[in-house]
């Protein structure tokens, strides 16, 4: 029995040492993960830090994977990143025939929060936004721009195959268009005169209730409800699973239900 004793604790003094050697291993990796010469996936953020970028000017925007974009409207454009300091070498914004490209090229990630970068615009008018991020997508304060054209699809554009992130807007537009064939959310408040929905398919859910517009127009194809609130006119066709919900009943309403979804008001 002494014997088997001496053998039990020799395993477990062994067994201490290895764990304790392991245990010091990985407090040397997370010490050595600060700085930019680590590898993505074990580079600590470091300290939050805004950098202004300087382009030219853009009235379109495309943002790639992994980044949060907030959108202002003003007189002067500006364009600001905000990330870990360790990151920031990894984000960019370019821009490309009339373009703002922003792209996040931290992908891999074991020891940092996911969601830490965000790209501040300030711009006097922007005609479409196109979301490949994954993250969010919003505005500060009403965007006064008169024609915005809201897109997260990749039919017709195959490297945009990221299309489940959201959208959180304030508008006050003559014409607003959402084009969507994934699984993206919308919230959307203000006022438009036209408001134009297709969703192609998927399961993109699209709360605009709080968005009064004149013409309602519509081609829904997806599985999810799409909230409108128009005020004169409804029209187009539904396709798919996918109900249409109005919170108000205009004066002229026009529109095919081909399959399941339905239109519903819920006045």
Same mark, same amino acid.
């Given at each position: 029995? !002494?014997?088997?004793?001496? !053998? ?17 291993? $990985? ?26 970028? #300087? ?6 925007? /495309? ?8 959108? !202002?409207? @003003?007189?002067? %454009? #500006? ?10 070498? #990894? ?30 615009? /300030?711009?006097?008018?922007?005609? %479409? ?11 500060? @304060? ?19 195959? /990221?299309?489940? @992130?959201? $959208?959180?807007? %304030? ?10 064939? *994934?699984?993206?959310?919308? !919230?959307? *408040?203000?006022?438009?005169?036209? $408001? ?39 029209? *187009?066709?539904?396709?798919?699973? *996918? ?12 529109? #095919? ?7 519903? $008001?819920?006045?």
């Amino acid at each position: 029995m !002494k014997i088997v004793k001496y !053998k039990i604790q020799r395993t477990m003094c062994h067994l201490e040492r290895t764990l304790r050697a392991y245990l010091m291993l $990985f407090a040397l990796l997370l010490i050595s993960c600060n700085g930019d010469n680590v590898p993505d996936c074990f580079q600590n953020a470091g300290d939050l830090t805004r950098k202004t970028v #300087e382009v030219p000017d853009f009235s379109t925007i /495309t943002v790639f994977e992994n980044l949060n974009l907030v959108l !202002k409207q @003003g007189t002067e %454009q #500006e364009v600001e990143i905000e990330t870990g300091e360790f990151l920031l070498n #990894e984000v960019s914004a370019e821009v490309v025939d009339d373009r703002l490209i922003l792209r996040n090229d931290n992908g891999c990630n074991f020891v940092r929060d996911y969601g830490l970068t965000t790209v501040y615009v /300030t711009a006097p008018n922007i005609s %479409q936004i196109r979301s490949s991020t994954g993250l969010l997508i919003s505005s500060d @304060g009403v965007l006064d721009y008169p024609e915005i054209n809201l897109i997260a699809e990749s039919f017709t554009n195959p490297e945009t195959e /990221t299309t489940d @992130g959201s $959208f959180d807007l %304030q508008l006050n537009a003559t014409t607003v268009r959402i084009v969507v064939n *994934g699984i993206a959310y919308f !919230k959307l *408040g203000g006022t438009t005169d036209n $408001f134009t929905v297709t969703v192609a398919a998927g399961d993109s859910r699209i709360e605009a209730e709080d968005l009064a517009a004149q013409i309602v127009s519509l081609n829904h194809r997806g599985s999810n409800d799409v909230f409108v609130n128009p005020q004169q006119r409804i029209e *187009g066709v539904i396709r798919g699973t *996918g109900n249409v919900i109005s919170i108000n009943r205009p004066p002229e309403i026009e529109v #095919e239900e081909l399959f399941n979804g339905r239109l519903i $008001f819920n006045d």
